[in-house]
């Protein structure tokens, strides 16, 4: 098997994360927060960390946010990346206040920098949609 | 949400170092050459101990030449793999009184778990459990920073020991980066540290890196590498910076 026939890995919905994945099909980046504290929640879980409450709603954030960290791979752990190295790896802080890892898109990795502001865009494959980020 | 990490390339130990040196460096300003002096001063100590497994000692051109793992880490700024086993005897201060070997005594401990480091809210990047764990430590032990002789501090990857220091107090917060760059933590500085070359250059035993040269330290068999050692500091990590653990250890009674 060669680099170019193995697949990036995808995610697979569960039951507490599907309209995370739901909504990123349909171009909205969802987010849980607990109907008790106001908390949100990401990644989704069954119990608010904050006040433990299991009870939630689902509310589409803003999409924006800004550059948390980020690095940029050179090791080749998985052989669906090899042929990206060096890619970026890049936590953004959303608006809302909780950090997605993920990508930027539309940028060299030299011009990235902490701080920067960001907009989340959606990456589509067969089955799944993956929140991306390019600068604003 | 299982996948959304691989979904984004994020994998192993190294990315979330890497991504709180990265954050550190822009907080702050800490610089590449200010984590080398940190690789290149355990080197040193490396080629003075007989159980090192890297004795060849290396330049700052090395460190910068050194591929990158994932930037801003250089392999150089990543512990070893290595096979090993450690032993520790713990007992009364009475029942070592006759042992072949020379007791070291625990004058204090600590521990800081700030967990879930995903989690919104924390600044887990750049301020670790050390900061709980020292102040417990430093506390049973009647000490400072002021007092330890030496460090032998978890160094998963050099920016550990950089941070690792602020959260013990031996410089503020943020100034980790001016603290080591005059190479006061190799041999003959002013801060001895990680003097059997750490899990950089040593050998990689999780804690049991530090603990064991803080041992070896402590009863005075450091041999070429022996320095001052009334107060030995010992640190260890889990996670990534998740937890956090110390000793602190002394040759004497406390």
Not at chain 1, 37 to 45: A, D, T
Not at chain 1, 105 to 132: R, Y
Not at chain 2, 142 to 159: A, N, Q
Request: one cysteine or more.
């Amino acid at each position: 098997m060669t680099q170019d026939t193995v697949a990036k890995p995808l995610p697979e919905a569960d039951e507490a994360s599907k309209p995370f994945w739901d909504g990123a099909m349909a171009g909205r980046l969802m987010l849980m927060r607990c109907s008790a504290c106001g908390e949100w929640r990401l990644p989704s879980r069954q119990h608010c960390d904050t006040c433990l409450s299991d009870k939630f709603t689902w509310e589409q954030a803003s999409g924006r946010g800004t550059v948390r960290t980020f690095g940029v791979m050179y090791q080749k752990y998985h052989p669906g990346w090899a042929a990206e190295m060096p890619y970026n790896v890049t936590i953004v802080e959303l608006e809302e206040g909780p950090r997605l890892p993920t990508n930027l898109v539309g940028i060299s990795n030299d011009d990235i920098h902490v701080g920067m502001p960001v907009v989340v865009q959606f990456e589509e494959h067969e089955d799944i949609a993956l929140p991306k980020f390019r600068p604003i | 949400m299982a996948g959304l990490y691989a979904a984004a390339g994020y994998f192993g130990a190294n990315t979330p170092y890497a991504l709180a040196a990265r954050r550190h460096m822009a907080m702050y300003g800490t610089t590449q050459d200010q984590l080398g002096v940190i690789a290149v001063g355990q080197r040193a100590w490396a080629t003075r101990s007989p159980i090192a497994q890297m004795r060849d000692p290396i330049t700052m051109e090395d460190y910068h030449n050194s591929r990158w793992i994932i930037d801003p880490l250089h392999l150089l700024d990543c512990c070893l793999v290595s096979n090993g086993a450690v032993a520790v005897i713990v007992s009364s201060a009475e029942a070592a009184k006759d042992m072949r070997q020379p007791p070291v005594y625990v004058w204090g401990m600590g521990q800081g778990h700030p967990g879930d480091a995903s989690r919104h809210g924390t600044e887990w990047e750049t301020e670790t459990g050390a900061k709980i764990a020292a102040r417990t430590a430093y506390a049973m032990a009647g000490v400072g920073p002021e007092d330890v002789s030496v460090c032998e501090l978890y160094d998963c990857y050099t920016y550990t020991v950089l941070v690792t220091l602020e959260d013990y107090g031996f410089c503020k917060k943020g100034e980790g980066g001016p603290f080591v760059e005059d190479g006061k933590l190799g041999p003959g500085g002013s801060l001895p540290t990680n003097t059997g070359g750490g899990e950089l250059s040593g050998y990689y035993m999780w804690g049991m890196t530090p603990l064991s040269e803080a041992i070896i330290q402590g009863r005075g068999q450091g041999g070429d590498r022996q320095v001052k050692n009334d107060i030995v500091l010992a640190t260890g990590n889990g996670g990534s910076l998740n937890y956090h653990a110390c000793l602190i250890l002394s040759p004497h009674p406390n």
